[in-house]
């Protein structure tokens, strides 16, 4: 089982932009990294990176000390799930059809009885088994999300990428995709998100990668990265952070004149 995921001075131009430039991180079995920033920041870019889908200009990623690089894709593949914050969705397809093609690496030529049963497996830790027969585009945003992490989980993932993973969702939904995520890294998984949303990273992560302009700001745990200071230096606003709730605000939000 990985028990460490590690990014060396990554290195990403598109052009003559640099989309990351430097970055390093370490993640450990069990721990919740998020990777925060405004918009632009690198924080997609640097998922796609650990995740091997783009191959960085400089730098490397390690899984538990081998470099990605030496490792075929398809074994990648088995110990990285990836859930994008945009999916292309064929309406037609059904649940059980969807969390399917998350077994690729494994399958040969047609679904085993293994596949089958980590399909139900992967639905059952979602909470979706009774959306099996339906089809993708009769879902709420909340059951898609769900699906999606559904199908990540099928592969059997040591690692769990999650792109703004309560975008688009409903309070309901966002603290049970909370939940979900710390359930599995209860169980040993490494999780890292990209995210937004400043109290849910607080509140969920053991980590925070704070990325500005493609560089790492401030990296640590959540409270040593989330101060005043570096908040407003890199969202250029003043925010109010209630420690004991963890909870951060725009203090320009409390402005009632």
């Known amino acids: 089982m990985v028990i460490e995921v590690e990014v060396k001075g990554v290195k990403v131009h ?9 970055v390093s991180l370490t993640v450990k079995n069990g721990e919740i990294l998020s990777i925060i920033g405004p918009n632009g920041a690198g924080k997609s870019t640097l998922l796609k990176v650990i995740n091997g889908i783009l191959k960085p200009k400089v730098g490397t990623v390690y899984l538990d000390q081998k470099s990605l690089n030496e490792i075929p894709m398809r074994e990648v593949a088995k110990k990285m799930g990836f859930v ?11 649940v059980h059809d969807f969390v399917m093609t998350g077994r690729r690496p494994y399958i040969n030529f047609t679904p085993s009885r293994e596949d089958e049963e980590k399909v139900y497996e992967a639905l059952k830790t979602v909470g979706a088994i009774e959306l099996a027969e339906r089809t993708l585009e009769e879902l709420s945003g909340g059951e898609l999300q769900r699906v999606i992490i559904a199908r990540a989980l099928a592969g059997e993932p040591e690692v769990l990428l999650l792109d703004e993973p309560t975008s688009n969702l409903d309070l309901k939904y966002q603290i049970e995709i909370k939940k979900l995520i710390e359930s599995l890294s209860s169980k040993g998984l490494i999780v890292i998100m990209a995210i937004h949303d400043l109290t849910y990273a607080y509140r969920v992560s053991d980590k925070i990668l704070m990325l500005n302009k493609g560089k790492v700001f401030a990296a640590g745990k959540p409270e040593e990265v989330l101060t005043p200071e570096n908040i407003k230096e890199v969202y250029g606003v003043k925010p109010l952070i209630i420690a004991e709730h963890k909870i951060i605000i725009p203090a320009e939000s409390l402005n009632t004149d």
């Open 14 to 22: 598109y052009r003559s932009i640099k989309a990351l430039d430097g």
């Open 84 to 94: 994008p914050q945009n999916i292309h969705l064929i309406g037609m397809l059904t």
